[in-house]
């Protein structure tokens, strides 16, 4: 099985009652995901197995806000697993934070990965890692930060907040 980064904008009515009601919030994200309208599905994210190595070269690079794990637990009872442990928030404000960063050309696609070896990200230990074991390069992770941006912009243009998880 493999491990998705995965993302759900929320409006601020939306979170609201998503911190309030955890089996709602992933009701919601999974049936936006297996909806075939446009609209339900630009409500959600993936950036397949390209998460982890996105975190390493943006953390590399200084990006100020962890679009990959987001910054803050949902106020939720334990036991909430929507994968890989519970989902995690980026609140309207940082993501615009994140959106208004995008500017930066230090982290446009074509450059994130400038100076980074496969041998570099297998020594990390980067999911997935065979795939730098066997000398591919970081290059293909910039087509899932171009879309996440474009996305991410989208989202802080409308005032939405983000949850974040890997399932």
């Known amino acids: 099985m493999s491990m998705i980064g995965q993302y759900l904008r929320l409006t601020p009515a939306e979170l609201d009652r998503a911190s309030r009601d955890p089996d709602w919030a992933a009701e919601h994200a999974h049936g936006l995901y297996d909806r075939d309208d446009p ?9 397949d197995k390209a998460w982890h190595a996105l975190d ?20 939720w009872p334990e036991g ?24 930066d050309p230090a982290y446009a696609p074509d450059v ?12 990390a230990n980067v999911y997935p890692q065979i795939v730098w074991e ?6 293909w992770v910039a087509s899932y930060w171009a879309a ?14 983000l949850l974040v998880w890997i399932s």
């Open 134 to 139: 066997r000398g591919e390069e970081p290059a």
């Open 56 to 75: 390493f070269l943006l953390n590399r690079r200084g990006f100020p806000v962890d679009v990959v794990f987001g910054e803050a637990a949902m106020p």
């Open 112 to 123: 994130l990965a400038d100076g980074v070896s496969p041998a570099d990200l297998a020594a």
């Open 39 to 47: 609209a339900a599905r630009s409500r959600v994210h993936e950036t």
């Open 80 to 103: 909430q697993d929507w994968g890989y442990g519970p989902p995690r928030l980026l609140t309207a404000d940082r993501v615009r934070a994140a959106a208004d960063a995008l500017d």
């Open 148 to 161: 996440l941006g474009a996305w991410l912009r989208t989202a802080a243009r409308d005032g939405d907040a």
